[in-house]
């Protein structure tokens, strides 16, 4: 019976070390960016850069989104995944009147898209 504890705690201390490295206490807080990379394209469409900042650490994850003009979501799926293994820079062509959105909490998502013309 001793040995079954023993071998159960074994198994739960490695799982929860890695729970604790993938958000350590005191990390700072990442917020994505969005800011728009160059002119109008023949189509009307720009290039929009998400990235996360090189200060973030490498293990923190980030949800992104864009939202079309008309209401629609990009990627399908709702959300990018940032960090973490995941890409820490996208690069997306969208229309005018769209939106870039992180999440910096459930259900929370905030506009992070800078240097758009006012007529955005």
């Known amino acids: 019976m001793v040995l079954l504890l023993i071998g159960a705690a074994l198994l739960v201390l490695p799982v929860a070390a890695a729970e604790l490295a993938l958000k350590p206490e005191g990390a700072p807080s990442c917020a994505a960016t969005a800011r728009l990379t160059g ?5 009307g ?3 929009v850069r ?7 650490p490498l293990n923190e994850l980030r949800y992104t989104r864009i939202i079309t003009r008309n209401g629609g979501r990009i990627p399908p799926i709702g959300y990018f995944r940032m960090g973490a293994g995941f890409p820490r820079r996208i690069d997306w062509w969208i229309f005018p009147g769209a939106q870039v959105q992180d999440r910096p909490a459930p259900n929370q998502w905030v506009n992070v898209l ?5 007529w955005w």
Do not use: K
């Open 39 to 43: 002119p109008r394209s023949t189509l």
């Open 45 to 47: 469409q720009y290039q």
């Open 50 to 56: 998400i990235e996360l900042p090189p200060t973030c």
């Open 114 to 118: 800078t240097g758009v013309p006012t």
